[in-house]
């Protein structure tokens, strides 16, 4: 994995540099529970296996508050978790978020 430069949060992100690095750290440990990572053209989806909920409602609640160019969702029925762009602009984050999925 490419380790991830940012150090203050990219333009239209509503978290700070420090709320950035724990959004950060918690895809990292959803990472260590994905089952499978599919890209398809400006979306991701993450199958995930065994897997804190509340965590995962954090980092998806995190995204759905901080970030406007994402559209993040998980179904827990399924357990499968997908970030897309809701704007031209939101690509670069899918790319980076595929680099800490794909890992």
């Known amino acids: 994995m490419r380790a991830l430069p940012l150090l203050e949060p990219p333009r239209g992100c509503g978290l700070s540099a420090e709320e950035l690095a724990e959004q950060l750290d918690r895809a990292r440990t959803l990472r260590a529970s994905a089952r499978t990572v599919a890209r398809s053209g400006d979306a991701l989806r ?9 965590l ?3 980092f998806v609640e995190t995204e759905q508050r901080c970030c406007p160019l994402l559209a993040v969702a998980y179904d827990e029925e399924t357990c499968v978790l997908t970030i897309g762009k809701a704007a031209d602009e939101g690509r670069e984050l899918v790319d980076l978020f595929a680099e800490v999925f794909d890992a």
């Open 46 to 54: 993450v199958q995930l296996g065994e897997v804190d909920g509340a």
């Open 56 to 58: 995962v409602r954090t």
